[in-house]
């Protein structure tokens, strides 16, 4: 019982000094995040979201005018650069405003796409099911009830996994929203994910992103 309880306190806490170590190409979490949404555009028109900072660049999406959960990345000069369900590049900071995040359900609605390193694996969730690839072997899951908001944090839940086939068989999820690094591209994922009990019983840890 000690050892499952240490466990679950370094799935909580993943600074402290039992869970630091991690390898060169581990996500990255970053813990200060920034959230914001669309302001000062009509609701017959949309933000575009750009490839650099510059009016001059390509728009890569448009977010709508009522578009909140909206996660600033970096700054430069008038420019912000965002994340939006997926999609990632830079807005004029004059139409967006620092706020809340709202609830899980309005993030994402249960449909994520997750992916970690050593081992690859990638987690794809969509109403009651998901599909767990590792190193190739894939899964298909269950998702048991809804994401479970944490008592005394807006910004953390708690999904479980189960087998169809497998009796007995549970995967728990802690999923955070922060920004998350797959350290191996320069995407930022608005989201963190820290999996226990898929591959021989180990924690595995990726970033998320709404499909």
């Keep these: 019982m000690r050892k499952i309880v240490a466990f679950a306190l370094c799935i909580c806490f993943p600074l402290s000094a039992s869970c630091q170590e991690k390898s060169a190409n581990s996500p990255v979490l970053q813990s200060s995040t920034a959230w914001s949404k669309v302001v000062n555009v009509s609701d017959d028109d949309a933000l575009n979201m750009r490839s650099d900072a510059s ?27 965002v994340h939006y369900r997926g999609h990632s590049g830079w807005v004029s900071s004059k139409y967006i405003q620092t706020s809340e995040p709202s609830t899980a359900q309005s993030t994402f609605k249960g449909e994520l796409f997750c992916l970690g390193t050593e081992p690859h694996w990638n987690l794809a969730t969509e109403a009651n099911k998901a599909s767990l690839s590792i190193l190739g072997e894939q899964q298909e899951l269950y998702v048991s009830g809804e994401f479970r908001n944490s008592n005394n944090r807006t910004d953390v839940w708690l999904m479980s ?28 994922y608005p989201f963190s994910l820290h999996l226990m009990g898929v591959h021989a019983g180990s924690l595995m840890s990726g970033c998320c992103k709404t499909r």
Excluded at 65 to 76: E, F, G, P, R, V
Aim: glycine share 6%; charged share 20%; aromatic share 6%.
């Design 161 to 188: 996994l189960s087998s169809p086939t497998k009796k007995h068989s549970l995967t728990l999820g802690v999923l955070q929203q922060q920004s998350c690094s797959d350290g191996m591209s320069d995407t930022d």
């Design 55 to 81: 009016s001059k660049s390509n728009i890569v999406f448009s977010l709508p005018y009522d578009a909140h959960n909206i996660m600033i990345l970096d700054t430069k000069g008038a420019w912000s650069k």
